[in-house]
């Protein structure tokens, strides 16, 4: 992708990061750091960029439909990949560590639980004291 195209693409990814992180808030996925809108929507634009910018291949450059075709059958790769290794693996941790932690750790704050830390005292203590916040001691 040419400097001029790529400075497109960013600034669209840049919208798709804002604006997905609160699609994915409204249905009520829990992605606290918004890892599904830089990771999964940005790089499904990403790689759909390519078909569209592409130098010569793309879209708007000269190459046609045919590259944006082949990215899209690569966005549909990708995903069943991820869905069908993800789905494993995450079977396999659940059937034997488990996946979620117990409320109260939930409540204390995995910070805290596992690492003996508060991640952000300052705005804790602006909520409560910090003798409130301290299930452990």
């Known amino acids: 992708i040419a400097n001029g195209w790529a400075i497109v693409v960013g600034l669209i990814a840049g919208g798709i990061i ?12 829990d992605d606290p750091v918004g890892a599904i ?13 390519v078909g569209i910018f592409g130098t010569d291949i793309g879209l708007l ?8 075709g ?3 059958i690569g966005v549909v ?5 991820v869905f069908i290794t993800s789905t494993i693996v995450f079977r396999v941790i659940h ?5 979620r932690v117990t ?3 939930e409540l204390a704050g995995l910070d805290r639980v596992e690492h003996g830390a508060s991640a ?7 909520i409560a004291s910090p003798e409130q916040l301290d299930p452990i001691s």
Do not use: D, K, N, S
Request: proline share 2%; charged share 10%.
């Open 18 to 29: 804002v604006y997905g992180i609160q699609a994915i808030e409204r249905v009520g996925v």
């Open 37 to 49: 809108a830089v990771h999964g929507l940005c790089g499904i634009w990403g790689v759909l960029a």
């Open 61 to 68: 450059t000269g190459g046609g439909i045919e590259q944006l």
């Open 70 to 72: 082949y990215q899209a």
């Open 77 to 81: 790769a990708i995903f069943a990949w």
């Open 95 to 99: 059937a034997t560590v488990g996946l």
């Open 103 to 105: 409320a109260e750790e």
């Open 120 to 126: 952000y005292p300052e705005f804790m203590e602006q």
